[in-house]
């Protein structure tokens, strides 16, 4: 998990079988997991919900960015959701629309960081690419970015 820089208050939070926090030499932290799927998940409650990264708020989706071409895969993770065959177009569309923006926003020093904490674990669950999205520029008027699945 990689904070972006306005979610770092959640460090004050120790979470559960983990290596705790580090930081990269560019600033950016990131928790250093000992592969438990969940560190923050305590007695069957969210420890951190009132202030519960992207990562959290986006599961069982996350991007990989692909820094070459300026694009992201929105990627499904399989094993620790029981929800993840069921999820909503609505969630998912709101989802492409958070990695848009992180894509446009992110500098390319996180977004690295970010595959690099994420691309194994992902791939150790059964992950399957969602869907494959181009970088667009959004407006607040513009309609969701359509792809197909």
Same mark, same amino acid.
């Given at each position: 998990?990689? #904070? @972006?820089?306005?979610?770092?208050? *959640?460090?004050?939070?120790?979470? $559960?079988?983990?290596?705790?926090?580090?930081?990269?030499?560019?600033?950016? +932290?990131?928790?250093?997991?000992?592969? !438990?799927?969940?560190?923050? %998940? &305590?007695?069957? #409650?969210?420890?951190?919900?009132?202030?519960?990264?992207?990562?959290?708020?986006? %599961?069982?989706? %996350?991007? $990989? %960015?692909?820094?070459?071409?300026?694009?992201?895969?929105? &990627?499904?993770?399989?094993?620790?959701?029981?929800? +993840?065959?069921? $999820?909503?177009?609505?969630? &998912?569309?709101? !989802? *492409?629309?958070?990695? +848009?923006?992180?894509?446009?926003?992110?500098? &390319?020093?996180?977004?690295?960081?970010?595959?690099?904490?994420?691309?194994?674990? #992902?791939?150790?669950?059964?992950?399957?690419?969602?869907?494959? @999205?181009?970088?667009?520029?959004?407006?607040?008027? *513009?309609? +969701?970015?359509?792809?197909?699945?």
């Amino acid at each position: 998990m990689v #904070l @972006l820089p306005s979610e770092e208050r *959640a460090r004050k939070y120790e979470p $559960l079988s983990t290596g705790g926090f580090a930081v990269t030499t560019q600033g950016f +932290h990131y928790l250093a997991s000992d592969g !438990c799927p969940c560190p923050f %998940f &305590v007695g069957g #409650l969210c420890s951190v919900y009132p202030i519960r990264p992207i990562d959290c708020r986006m %599961f069982p989706l %996350f991007p $990989l %960015f692909e820094i070459e071409t300026d694009s992201f895969s929105l &990627v499904r993770a399989g094993k620790y959701c029981p929800l +993840h065959r069921r $999820l909503t177009g609505d969630f &998912v569309e709101a !989802c *492409a629309d958070v990695c +848009h923006l992180l894509n446009s926003e992110m500098p &390319v020093e996180w977004k690295r960081l970010y595959n690099t904490q994420n691309r194994p674990r #992902l791939m150790d669950t059964g992950a399957s690419v969602l869907r494959s @999205l181009p970088l667009v520029t959004l407006s607040a008027s *513009a309609p +969701h970015a359509a792809a197909s699945p």
